[in-house]
């Protein structure tokens, strides 16, 4: 028996499931020696998740990086001669229309991010999987990279683990679980295990249901839970007897039926002789605490398959019984059908990165067996390199305020994200009932008075629009346009266009009180901040005087952009969008650790100051009529991109002139117990309260400004965003040498086009608002462009712009496309509509001020 070692690279806790095989896997050959693994169970894992996955691949999401990790995993596995590539077809049944549709979306989405589906017809669907029934079909999404992991995910986690451990850079140790993660200084130092200690830097989690475990020891929540998944199985079948098959028929999703199909190929492979049929519960699903899992000598079966009756799927089996009849012929084997678990968290994106809470634990969460090789590549890139090929925003682990990690928060989260792991279909804008309230600042009673509609980001409560304001379409009503399609209606207030016209004609105020705001000061704050920004944000820059700037990665791509003030000569404002504020305050703390900056102090101001933008041709003259100082406020007094303290009827304000609607007027910041005095003293002068659609949607379009995780992203830079600065400041700063080699560069490969859709009406005559993203094709060959780096282009924002009267989009483009005047195509449902290159890189296709004198 092999001694546990006293000292490691890395120790991974969970190692016997594929995601710690992947990530030990990718580790080395990263470079990475000296790792060693513990299990609580056997090395592969008899008892987690990967012991008892269905094992299947199918390559489209709605999610770039979920494309990335799944279609990485396929190649990988196949590489290994572990993949039988028999394709996947998910079906549209006789009605359910909106199924239908969603199978186009799909299928705009696998181009866009890379994957080959398309749509195939009911007799296609027949031919390629026979047991269903032609006439309940009306058409389906024909995956040919689907596949199956054979003969099982847990066989490729051994062989994994034992190439690893022939290299002699990974030591395994089954049968020993972590007892305890050694956090000293908020650094992790090593781990306490039931045969020793082992003293590390670094603690990697991949312990999937039991990952909330490990995370407490090393003092970090991990927002996730376990959930019941029906597995049943039913033969004998042996259609496909004598072939050697793990698998004969292609995998069958009958998502309309929260319920997908396979068969096990020949009976005397490893589970041959049946079919599988598995069910995600839509109405009630069951989630387990992981402290309640239970151990592996207290379970039937094993501690991730619970016990399952026939009645607790009665209903969804019937109906798959009037789809493949087959079902209802062939005998269930109790004894081997079960509840597996599997892993849901907060948002359903897996959680992987770095703790906020302690450095050196991380976690590589939440993975399915599709993407359990590529999510290992993510990661071991990640903690080696700095970064992955793909921006990580949407799983790092980071996205989540310590609000949202909260127990009773996460439980309602979870169990939304499980009633929709396959039905129904989700919209882009679909908001979450539970985790409500979270967080609302001080205008929240009056937005509620007023009939807001309100959407929710970050756990903030955001009004998109008023229904006190749906006079102004009487007003508007020509510059409004319906949206007759429900989809594209959905979670969208036409309201809100009325409220867009309404401030640009006179004066509008949006709370804005979502922005994360961090006070830095101290004798090396100018230092840190000069380091992080692309901008001159430090050096001779007047007090008061505020720079919309960019943090870069090492190689150059775009990590957040923000506005930093300086208030005094060590002290800075930094203002952060809601969604993007906790990483960029991650990202803040470890850049001053890591270039030993000490004499720095970060203080979040979020939930002491509230924010109010006020905006308009007459915001000037409105704040003057109740500004204790009018004068103050004129235009030679006071110009844009500066801040400083005035007096509003007492009242104290920090206010800054700027603009991301493109009208003249401020950002109003006051402490919590003065927001509603200040709302209340506007709105009695007329102001017209405006949702944060007009800021975060309709207007920022129009005025083509960049969203971060959405339009500006880690595998994009500054150039190709046009963002870039006209000189390049001397004082050193992070990313500073890819920036200039970028800047050397006779062309980027691609650009950061706007473009307008100029014919919006499809094939049935309605008209269309598209949401979400969509593939950009070229007209003659209608087929996806692509850059010279491989990355494709896709539709990154859209919205339509009541000032302008045109749907406005967002995307990249490869060079050779990126030609104003030119026209390309959007694939949105199914259908192709015209886009017209307005403008190749940053240029607003409205803009007021340079169109109405100043005041």
């Not at 919309?548 to 506005?563: K, P």
């Not at 104290?652 to 609607?661: C, E, K, L, Q």
Request: hydrophobic fraction near 35%; proline fraction near 6%.
């Amino acid at each position: 028996m092999a001694t546990l070692p006293k000292h490691a690279s890395a120790v991974i806790i969970g190692q016997g499931g594929i995601v710690g095989a992947s990530v030990a896997h990718h580790l080395i050959e990263q470079g990475w020696d000296n790792l060693v693994g513990l299990d609580k169970s056997a090395i592969p894992s008899d008892i987690g998740s990967t012991s008892h996955a269905s094992d299947f691949c199918y390559m489209t999401s709605h999610d770039k990086m979920s494309c990335y990790t799944t279609t990485y995993s396929q190649r990988f596995y196949e590489h290994l001669g572990h993949y039988r590539r028999i394709g996947g077809i998910e079906v549209a049944r006789v009605g359910d229309d909106e199924r239908m549709e969603e199978l186009k979306r799909k299928v705009a989405s696998g181009k866009a991010f890379g994957t080959n589906v398309r749509l195939i017809d009911p007799d296609e669907v027949v031919e390629r999987f026979p047991l269903v029934q032609r006439e309940l079909i009306q058409g389906a999404m024909w995956d040919p990279d689907a596949g199956l992991v054979v003969p099982r995910s847990q066989q490729v986690a051994g062989e994994l683990i034992e190439r690893a451990k022939a290299t002699g850079k990974l030591e395994t140790f089954a049968d020993t679980p972590a007892l305890d993660i050694d956090v000293h200084n908020g650094r992790v130092r090593g781990v306490e295990t039931s045969k020793g200690y082992i003293e590390t830097p670094v603690v990697i989690v991949t312990s999937g249901i039991w990952g909330p475990i490990p995370a407490a020891m090393g003092g970090a929540s991990l927002p996730l839970m376990p959930v019941e998944h029906p597995l049943l199985f039913f033969g004998p079948f042996d259609v496909f007897a004598g072939t050697g098959e793990d698998i004969g028929y292609p995998l069958l999703r009958d998502q309309g039926n929260s319920a997908y199909m396979r068969d096990t190929g020949d009976p005397t492979t490893t589970e041959g002789g049946q079919l599988e049929w598995g069910y995600y519960e839509t109405t009630e699903p069951r989630l387990v605490h992981p402290i309640d899992i239970l151990e592996r000598n207290q379970a039937r079966l094993s501690p991730s398959m619970r016990d399952l009756e026939l009645d607790q799927v009665m209903h969804p089996f019937t109906r798959a019984v009037e789809l493949t009849p087959v079902l209802g012929e062939l005998g269930w084997d109790e004894k081997h059908s079960f509840n597996g678990l599997l892993s849901v968290t907060n948002d359903g994106g897996p959680l992987v990165g770095e703790s906020p809470e302690t450095r050196g634990l991380w976690f590589c969460e939440a993975v399915w067996v599709k993407d359990g090789p590529g999510m290992g590549k993510v990661f071991a890139d990640w903690i080696t390199k700095g970064k992955p090929e793909l921006d990580p925003f949407g799983i790092d682990i980071a996205r989540f305020y310590p609000v949202q990690k909260t127990p009773h928060h996460v439980y309602g989260r979870c169990f939304e994200i499980a009633k929709k792991i396959y039905d129904p279909p989700v919209h882009p804008r679909e908001p979450f009932e539970s985790g409500r309230n979270l967080r609302r600042g001080p205008f929240w009673s009056r937005e509620k008075e007023l009939g807001g509609y309100f959407m929710e980001a970050a756990g903030w409560e955001r009004a998109h629009g008023y229904a006190a304001n749906e006079s102004l379409l009487e007003r508007y009503a020509e510059r409004v346009p319906e949206r007759p399609n429900e989809w594209d209606a959905r979670h969208f207030w036409r309201v809100s266009n009325a409220e867009h016209l309404a401030l640009s004609e006179d004066v509008g105020m949006i709370n804005l009180s979502h922005f994360a705001i961090f006070d830095v000061s101290g004798a090396d704050a100018e230092a840190l901040l000069e380091y992080l920004s692309v901008a001159r944000v430090g050096g001779d820059q007047p007090l008061g005087k505020g720079v919309y700037t960019h943090f870069l990665d090492a190689f150059g791509g775009v990590h957040s952009d923000l506005t930093v003030v300086r208030l005094a000569a060590d002290t800075f404002r930094v203002i952060c969008g809601g969604d993007t504020g906790h990483r960029d305050y991650v990202w803040i703390t470890r850049m001053a650790e890591a270039k030993g900056l000490k004499r720095v102090h970060i203080e979040d101001r979020t939930d002491t100051l509230a924010t109010l933008g006020l905006w308009g041709p007459n915001a000037r003259h409105t704040l003057q009529a109740v500004a204790d100082d009018p004068q103050a406020l004129d235009y030679e007094h006071f110009p844009f991109a500066t801040a400083r303290e005035i007096r509003v009827r007492g009242l104290p304000i920090w206010a800054f002139r700027i603009s991301y609607v493109g009208e003249q007027g401020w950002e109003l910041y006051t402490p919590f117990s003065y927001g509603l005095t200040l709302w209340d003293l506007l709105y009695e002068k007329g102001v017209t309260p405006v949702g944060i659609e007009t800021y975060a949607n309709s207007r920022r379009l129009e005025k083509s400004l960049r969203l971060q995780n959405v339009d500006l992203l880690t595998e994009y830079n500054l150039y190709e965003a046009g963002l870039a600065r006209p000189k390049v400041k001397p004082a050193d700063f992070h990313g500073r040498a890819a920036y200039l080699e970028q800047r050397e560069r006779e062309h980027q490969p691609a650009y950061l086009c706007t473009m307008t859709l100029q014919e919006n009406h499809d094939a049935q005559g309605v008209p269309r608002y598209p949401v979400g993203y969509a593939p950009i094709l070229d007209p003659d060959s209608g087929e996806v462009l692509v850059d010279a780096l491989g990355r494709r282009s896709y539709v990154t924002s859209t919205a339509y712009g009541p000032s302008v009267g045109k749907i406005i989009a967002l995307g990249y483009l490869p060079v050779e496309y990126a030609r104003e005047g030119s026209t390309l195509l959007m694939e949105y449902f199914g259908e192709h509509y015209p886009l017209h290159i307005e403008a190749v890189g940053y240029r607003a296709l409205y803009d007021p001020d340079n169109q109405r004198p100043k005041s």
